[in-house]
């Protein structure tokens, strides 16, 4: 295996297992971006749980999916949680679509040498966690100002964020010691 990443111990190396996976991405990011919860004052959709499983667990086939879940999103189709097309670059909430790729990209560097306890990767997704979250504060700052930003969202999003990381965290450890002697 060129890296460790469960989903090679699982699937496999072929391409066709790798194409598959990704396509898997890409289909799961667009349904958990259509299921939203109500969590305090605002909604919370279940996409970036599935942006930190699928990163975590596949590397860079999750950043794959997030990179084609973007542009096929960006291109028109309707696969964001509202909508989708050129016109969603210019809203406030793609600033943490973009950042995804990031998220993914930061956990997928952590990670690529190996799961080797539960705090590594707690602290990968933690540090995807908070790469996503600085370019989308950063982005959404620029429509409607940094402290609407924090005091609107961000500080109701951070319990269920954190609750995220930490639930993906334990279930990746879990396969990891199902699946894997080597790690």
Partial sequence: MNNNFISEKIFGEQFFSKYYLVVLGVI???????????????SVTLQTFVLYFISSFMGMLGFYAVLIYLILGTLGLPIFSDGGGIAYIFSPMYGFLYGMLFASLTINYFLK?????????????????????????????????????LTNSFIFLIYSELFKVILVSVMIYILMMKFSKNY
């Fill in 28 to 42: 799961l990011l667009t349904i958990s971006s259509k299921i939203s919860l109500p969590f305090f004052q605002i």
């Fill in 113 to 149: 040498t190996g799961y080797k306890n539960l705090i590594k990767i707690f602290l990968s997704i933690l540090f995807g966690f908070c790469m996503m979250h600085f370019i989308g504060i950063c982005h959404q700052s620029y429509f409607i100002g940094i402290q609407k930003v």
